[in-house]
């Protein structure tokens, strides 16, 4: 079993920033990928940043140069570090991890997402 909990959420001015995180606990072998999606009312959700385990990283084209991703592979968290926020990037966002897990003795990748955090920003 994986939890992952957000945290850094909130309400901001255009122009201001916010910093994002998600830690995970549980049993697993590995995490691979880590990403944040978001999704605004009435939207699809959609991906915001990810990045691999190696490091490498690929980004929205709405939040590139703003927006920057980074990991912990030591505490198993992921970070979205938001700069020069737009009333547009009002949105839930989710952590998305792809996890592999020993089951019973072979290794399977799953998918797990995060309880969602509210971001606003005001005009």
């Known amino acids: 079993q994986v939890q992952l909990v957000e945290s850094g959420g909130g309400l901001v001015q255009a122009g201001g920033s916010l910093r994002l995180s998600c830690a995970a606990s549980?049993?697993?072998?590995?995490?691979?990928?880590m990403g944040w999606y978001r999704q605004a009312p009435g939207k699809q959700r959609e991906l915001v940043a990810a990045?691999?385990?190696?490091?490498?990283?690929n980004y929205a084209d709405s939040v590139k140069g703003r927006f920057t991703i980074s990991r912990d592979n030591a505490k198993n968290t992921v970070d979205l570090q938001m700069n020069s926020l737009k009333p547009e990037d009002t949105a839930v966002y989710y952590c998305?991890?792809?996890?592999?897990?020993?089951?019973?003795?072979?290794?399977?990748?799953?998918?797990?997402w995060g309880q969602g955090t509210q971001v606003t920003v005001s005009s």
């Open positions: 990045i691999t385990s190696g490091g490498s990283t």
């Open positions: 549980g049993s697993f072998f590995s995490i691979n990928a």
């Open positions: 998305n991890l792809a996890v592999t897990i020993v089951k019973p003795t072979t290794l399977h990748e799953y998918d797990y």
